[in-house]
């Protein structure tokens, strides 16, 4: 199962601590340090958990791996 752009994600404000909104990947960033990294098209999941990932959304914001989830049933 990959993440990918245009994918909708449950996603979390504040650092992951706010209610889960959901949101629509419009970039992605692999292997991550100090917000610069690789753009890519897809990832893994399971690499999708940490700040080694960072995703633009489409509502204007961005977040780590650790801020968004998959949404089940979702392809």
């Known amino acids: 199962m ?6 909708k994600v449950e996603w979390r404000d504040c650092w ?17 340090i100090d917000k610069d990294g690789i753009r890519a ?3 893994e999941w399971h690499k999708v958990k940490d700040e080694s990932v960072i995703v633009s959304l489409t509502n204007g914001s961005w977040a780590y791996g650790y801020q968004i989830k998959r949404i089940r049933g979702d392809k």
């Open 16 to 32: 992951g601590s706010d209610s889960p909104e959901i949101a629509t990947i419009e970039s992605i960033s692999t292997n991550c």
């Open 2 to 7: 990959k993440l990918k752009i245009d994918d």
């Open 41 to 43: 098209d897809e990832v």
